[in-house]
Nanobody, 123 residues
């Protein structure tokens, strides 16, 4: 299992950008698929983006395609979420998650879960 710590959230205006980071502890980071999820107040948690252990495959929620990019640096044990053209509806707590397979993440199964970082987009 890996321990996950997110950072990079904040307050930004509509159309702005943020880059979230998720630092993982443990020597097995490169064997995990990683994902970003978000939860807004009063709403269910939703998948945002996921990336395979090698970085060769990635998936996105339809509403963020073309605006968000997930990437990873296995040498730094870190996964990133670059968010551009932010909208008020992107406001949520963003969590990173890990599992051995990307398909498990897409099903909402997690081996590890971070505490989250708040993203607020003002209109």
């Amino acid at each position: 299992q890996v321990q996950l710590v997110e950072s990079g959230g904040g307050l930004v205006q509509t159309g702005g950008s943020l880059r979230l980071s998720c630092a993982a502890s443990g020597r097995t980071f490169s064997s995990y698929a990683m994902g970003w999820f978000r939860q807004a107040p009063g709403k269910e948690r939703e998948f945002v983006a996921g990336i395979s252990w090698s970085g060769g495959n990635s998936y996105y929620k339809d509403s963020v395609k073309g605006r968000f990019t997930i990437s990873r640096d296995n040498g730094k044990n870190t996964v990133y979420l670059q968010m551009n053209s932010l909208k008020p509806e992107d406001t949520a707590v963003y969590h990173c998650a890990a599992h051995t397979t990307l398909s498990d993440l897409l099903k909402g199964n997690f081996a590890s879960w971070g505490q989250g970082t708040q993203v607020t987009v003002s209109s």
